[in-house]
């Protein structure tokens, strides 16, 4: 089946996780809204949700997938069908909740790094609320993200000579650590840098990753979209402190 | 089985959605943290989670779920857990994929409302970030809480003679999605009135789950905890505008 990914064209976002797992499992897809006219496509798919007679199962917001007859939204559970579609999760139900749990611990930090610039309103601009988010960039670089990166350390510690999240095969959660710890590189490279040395296991899984040749070969494509101002991974030298 | 929940004892916070899918499914739980010396407990399993070599997979923060030999976290992924296991989600592939959908779309609104008191850091008092949460809170009752609630309205609307979010049965989504109205005419009495005249659906579902009998036997029981002001919802007069 050849899939359809929606996501706005010009960030990696969280449609990169999707992108990701799709280009581990070597998957057929279409990524809708880069194509020539392809935000047309997205911004149509979304107004027609918000008609009140339409009748397939509408998504909040992007990213989804075009799956046949399915749409699947929210980035997790995207996640959790490629995984168990494509074997980037275990198929027994305790391998699969865990990689599932992990994945949405993965979701929470994301949506906290998005708020160390946007603590206010999505909908405001940077400049209007900098000040808000210098306070919360603080306190995500001294208190959440050795918070959320010293959990993810200890879990790789414990898995001994198994070198992923949830034991020797990569799965979707990987992935997106992967992305996670590139997206904090770029974003707070200060504070990335002391990381590293605290949680050298979780910089190693990062390494890993890309170096998986079909990684590789993605992220040095033009179909990976490069980190940028406009994302949820920001760098502002100022958050830096 | 009889399971074993793991959350803090005086809010109703994230644990209050895992209590409304036990208690809809007559599951036998013990509410771990609420028994005598149960905070302790609790206390206890974080503490060894932060072993280095403790053998079990690890959850990251309350609410957790012991199954067996299963420690099962994150509030979308238990109820995922407990859908399947009790018939609280459609059992189909595209079934359950909708419903982890909607939960995951009521988790972020749960962030959110969450963010109107705590803006900058959970780590600090609300006093100490109340002129950044009267911002947050006003682009919430302006922007936020009506794209929610609104969108639930739609999906309600499409189901026409249905009576939940997927349709004719309940699932734990509708009972998530009751807790949150709940909650929201807890922290923000005002705007939910004025919600309430434009998302009739939705509080007839909040309706519709409240007076099924088991529900309504538990909301009557001292095993409900009442909204106060050191959870989720909160009502504070001043971030009603």
Known sequence: MRYELYYWPSIPGRGEFVRLALEEANAEYDDVARRKGGLKALMAFLAARDATHSSAQPPFAPPFLKAGKMIIAQTANILSFIGAHHGLAPAGEAGRSWTNQLQLTI???????????????????Y??????????????????????LGYFQRILQRNKDKSYLAGAKVTYADLSLFQVVAGLG???????????????????????????PRIAAYLASERRLAFNQDGIFRYYPELEG
Do not use: G
């Open 186 to 212: 770029y974003a707070f490279p200060q504070a990335m840098a002391q990381m590293a040395k605290r949680y050298p296991r979780v910089i190693a899984l990062h390494d890993r990753v890309a170096a998986r």
């Open 107 to 125: 979701a929470d930090l994301v949506d906290e790094v998005h708020d160390t610039h946007h603590p206010i309103a999505s909908s405001l601009y």
């Open 127 to 148: 400049e209007d609320q900098k000040k808000e988010a210098l306070r919360r960039a603080e306190d995500f670089r001294a208190h959440r993200m050795p918070k959320y």
